[in-house]
């Protein structure tokens, strides 16, 4: 006996359905059981891999992308524009 709380749409209410073994066993043999069973898996694993990514790879790639814009930002202000009374100096050495 298994027990699954299912929602009625007409009555707006949670109901809690029993199934018994054997109605059970005739649900999994139908089918398109596994078909249906294989789709809420892969929903489920998606869902799970985007979850994750939220918790720990998000961040890491913000780090990334504030790095790489401090980075360009140095290398523009020391390396490229650097400029003194008789034009441009190579490597930031202009005084």
Avoid: C, H
């Amino acid at each position: 006996m298994r027990k699954i709380v299912v929602f009625d749409n007409e009555t707006k209410k949670k109901k809690v359905v029993t199934l018994t073994s054997d109605y059970e066993a005739s649900i999994k043999a139908m089918p398109n059981y596994q078909k249906n069973k294989d789709i809420l898996m892969l929903k489920a694993q998606k869902y799970l891999k985007q979850s994750m990514y939220l918790r720990q790879a998000l961040w890491k790639d913000v780090l990334m992308v504030a790095f790489a814009a401090l980075m360009t930002t140095i290398a523009l202000n020391y390396f490229i524009s650097t400029t003194g009374k008789t034009g441009l100096f190579p490597g930031g050495l202009g005084l």
